[in-house]
């Protein structure tokens, strides 16, 4: 059982470890919660300080806090920061399959003795059954698991391992705490994590997801999207940016076509070998690049404050997917542009990659591919829209930044359509809803093609 920490004492904790003077957001509320032993449930958007809600209970808790992550890279980072705010070696560990005897022998030890606060454990490593005996013999202050999203196949990034972590943690003892914490904010990934990980008791923490100094502009993505981008670019000369590519070798070309105009561009995907791409982002967290031009591959755990634009060459597979790598913009709270290049064509290109996967998948796929679609055509607000999506109220009259997208600082052009609309009907009702729109359009534009033959002479 915990002590009982008044706010002093927890503002105290919180100048002395980690030398910030007061706690952002919830973050206060929530580590009361999991100090008092009760389940937690986190939503707070990228950079909104998820970390210290685990890291500080952690750390004046009595017992080892073990830390779930998807990504050994942040879990590393993590341990390294948390040793660099303590003299005790020990204070944090990473516990995964990279680790050689003697170094395991090492953690276990210092779990053993109390000295370590959190352990960080890869879900694989988890299942592992000497890691779950082993665990099952120590105190274990709380449970946390961050990117909770990946126990959901609604969730942008899905890890089946997720799925076993309530049965294990059950295995590890009684009653120990839970906390979920995740940037993803749909209904259906919460209601997901909440009844896989067995915790709908939990209290609720969320924070607004509204960034109000990133401005959301959608193009048409033409034969000169290249010319637009580099102009884009040049114009917002010697600021930061990411540029978001499907494919790595689109990655290559437009990082090429950008060095020939005389950018300082670097790509970065997940072909390049381990030395390189290591090379390349530190050249641009170093400055030594202005652009990164990338695949999703990069940006896990970049914290990098003052990235200006964030382009999408395409457009990603969710609206979950958009507002994450967007989120990248800004972090300082100066000027984020938000800039993506849609074209249907590239749609239907995802839908196609898809169509190779179970059915269950496929169809979670195309709903979000949906939504996505909605969004870029949309002529409302697209900050009302994102919010919308995350379960959250905006009012764009009064709400913060809400003159901050195209569609609200140049609205689209309205014209009266009532009778193409009866038209439109007519035609999709005479053709017995069979066609797809494209097939409909076609139609609507007396352009004949196989379908619209067949239609017109039957
Ligand atoms: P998230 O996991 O929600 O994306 P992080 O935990 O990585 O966010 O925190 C984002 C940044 O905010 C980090 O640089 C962190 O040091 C900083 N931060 C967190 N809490 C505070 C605080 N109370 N005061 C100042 N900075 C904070
Ligand atoms: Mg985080």
């Known amino acids: ?9 927890l503002s105290a904790a919180l100048k002395n470890y980690f030398g910030f003077s007061g706690f952002k957001g919830l973050q206060e509320s929530v580590i009361m919660n999991v100090l008092a032993g009760r389940d937690s449930f986190v939503i707070m958007p990228t950079g909104g300080g998820k970390s210290l809600c685990y890291q500080l209970p952690a750390l004046i808790s009595s017992g080892t806090a073990i830390v779930v992550s998807p990504l050994i890279a942040l ?5 390294d920061f948390l040793k660099s705010l303590s003299e005790t070696e020990g204070i944090a560990h990473v516990l995964n399959s990279s680790l050689t005897k003697a170094e395991i022998k090492q953690v276990r030890s210092d779990v053993r003795s109390g000295v370590t606060k959190l352990l960080y454990v890869a879900p694989e490593s988890l299942t592992k059954e000497e890691n779950i005996e082993f665990l099952n013999r120590v105190t274990i202050s709380f449970v946390a698991i961050d990117e909770a999203h990946c126990i959901s196949e609604w969730g942008h990034d899905f890890r089946p391992e997720y799925r076993n972590l309530r049965k294990i943690i059950q295995r590890l003892g009684g009653e120990i705490p839970i906390i979920g914490l995740t940037a993803t904010a749909t209904p259906k990934v919460q209601e997901d994590i909440l ?10 923490f969320k924070a607004s997801f509204n960034r109000p100094n990133l ?10 999207v290249d010319a637009d981008i580099t102009r884009f670019v040049k114009n917002n000369e ?5 540029i978001y590519c499907l494919s790595r070798k689109r990655v290559e070309e437009l990082a090429q076509t950008l060095q020939v105009n005389g950018i300082r561009a670097i790509p970065y995907h997940a072909g390049l070998d381990p030395k390189t791409r290591v090379k390349n982002q530190d050249m641009f967290l170093m400055e030594d690049a202005d652009v990164v031009v990338a695949t999703i591959a990069f940006g896990m755990g970049i914290d990098k404050p003052d990235v200006r634009f964030v382009i999408h060459n395409d457009m990603p597979k969710s609206i979950e997917s958009y507002y994450q790598e967007t989120g990248r913009a800004g972090r300082d709270g100066g000027e984020g542009h938000c800039l993506a290049f849609y074209s249907y064509k590239d749609i239907e290109k995802l839908e196609k990659f898809m169509s190779g996967k179970p059915v269950a998948e496929q169809e979670i796929g195309l709903a979000l591919l949906q939504d996505v679609v909605a969004f870029a ?24 930044g809400g003159d901050m997208d195209d569609n609200m600082r ?12 009866v038209d439109l009907l007519k035609a999709v009702a005479q053709t017995h809803q069979k066609y797809k ?3 409909v359009v076609h139609v609507m534009r007396g352009k004949v093609n196989r379908h619209v033959y067949f239609w017109h002479w039957k």
């Not at 059982?1 to 004492?9: F, T």
């Not at 009844?195 to 609720?204: D, M, P, S, V």
């Not at 010697?238 to 990411?242: D, E």
Request: cysteine-free; hydrophobic content about 20%; aromatic content about 8%.
């Open 215 to 224: 401005y959301y502009e959608i193009r048409p993505k033409t034969k000169s």
């Open 1 to 9: 059982m915990n002590k009982e920490y008044s706010k002093e004492e």
């Open 75 to 79: 879990m590393k980072n993590q341990v």
């Open 437 to 439: 729109a494209k097939e």
């Open 195 to 204: 009844k896989n990980l067995g915790i709908q008791e939990a209290t609720t």
């Open 238 to 242: 010697g600021k930061s940016g990411i």
């Open 410 to 421: 140049h609205p689209k052009k309205k014209h009266e359509a009532k009778d193409q609309l």
């Open 377 to 400: 055509e949309t002529s409302i607000s697209r900050r009302k829209f994102i919010l919308h999506y995350f379960g959250e109220e905006f009012d764009n009259e009064t709400g913060e």
